[in-house]
């Protein structure tokens, strides 16, 4: 089970045809309206995904719109026109195709001005990983904890004008956490970037990526946010017969049948390969008294005392260098 957040690609080929449309028109197209750019259009949202609804607008400081006549064509087809037609919305297509849009306005101070957009829109996951520890043939995700580190995963899919899918390795990674550019970890190929929990004021930490391919005039962003959780502990029987019963976990109380048990705590999500690994320490108590023979380790034996009544069963875990990473477990047992 994976997290992805789906990001966005817009083709910078549309910056580029608006620049070169004005200056065959004799206007000097720019990103901020003013006094020499006659008109300057906008696409909400920057970097449109496949098969979203998009919204292109004119803005102009030095004529008035609301009296000119707009033409906008769609892929070489009237889509919209008449006066005052400052904007326009359309759907884009599917991953990789080309939507292209042709302006065309009749303004009472400037004559005819004309310009053009190109959209390939395509799709860019982020998957992350963390550090952190989960049993053998758990089907969840190894949450992100504090002080654990985690890696996140750009997966782009940027096509060409052929519609071939271009390498990501051939792409360029700029990385950003809670907006600050990593600039060590961006660059040519860098699909991947490893950090850990810098505040532990934060909620979590906002990682955005924003992937270009020059060669191709195509940029695209994704961001997520790793939030991180708290580490648990989970009991499990360590049966003589059936070994280690991750499908069953014990939980609050249970009833022991067989003359002893072994009990296995597994630590969720704290970092580190193998708890035995030596990083951690298992401090465990019944009825409040220390069980010195099983310090350190994750499996405790318990038999029965053959007098009845119940034992609480308390276990304290905790990282050697990770101060914030600890948890607490307990558990009763009925004879």
Avoid at 296 to 310: A, Q, Y
């Amino acid at each position: 089970m994976l997290r992805f957040i789906k990001g966005t690609i817009l083709s910078l080929f549309a910056a580029l045809l608006l620049v070169a449309s004005a200056l065959s028109s004799g206007v000097s197209a720019q990103t901020i309206p003013g006094i020499s750019e006659p008109i300057v259009f906008s696409v909400v949202p920057e970097y449109p995904r496949p098969n979203q609804t998009i919204y292109v607008s004119a803005q102009s400081y030095s004529t008035d719109l609301n009296k000119a006549i707009f033409k906008w064509s769609v892929n070489g087809e009237i889509y919209a026109e008449g006066v005052g037609l400052k904007e326009i919305s359309l759907k884009l297509g599917k991953t990789g195709t080309a939507t292209s849009i042709s302006i065309e306005v009749s303004t009472p101070d400037f004559g005819v001005i004309r310009n053009g957009m190109l959209f390939r829109p395509a799709d860019v996951t982020l998957l992350w990983q963390s550090d952190t520890y989960v049993p053998p043939f758990y089907e969840g995700k190894a949450l992100h904890s504090y002080n654990g580190a985690f890696k996140v995963t750009a997966i782009p899919e940027f096509f060409d004008q052929s519609g071939k899918r271009i390498n990501p390795k051939d792409l360029i990674y700029t990385w950003k956490k809670n907006g600050t550019v990593q600039g060590s970890a961006s660059g040519f190929g860098r699909d991947s970037f490893t950090t850990s929990q810098t505040s532990y004021m934060r909620e979590g930490e906002e990682i955005t990526v924003e992937v270009s391919s020059p060669k191709e005039n195509l940029a695209g962003s994704a961001f997520t946010t790793v939030v991180p959780s708290l580490p648990e502990i989970v009991f499990y029987e360590n049966s003589p017969l059936y070994g280690l019963m991750y499908e069953k976990a014990l939980r609050n109380s249970f009833d022991l049948l067989s003359e002893e048990i072994t009990l296995r705590a597994e630590p969720f999500y704290i970092s580190g390969l193998d708890p035995l690994d030596g990083f951690l320490s298992f401090d465990w108590k019944m009825n409040g008294g220390s069980i010195a023979d099983f310090k350190d380790r994750n499996e405790i034996v318990l038999r029965k005392s053959g007098t009845g009544g119940r034992s609480d069963i308390n276990l304290v875990v905790q990282h050697r260098a990770k101060l914030l990473q600890g948890a607490q477990g307990s558990i009763t047992i009925n004879q």
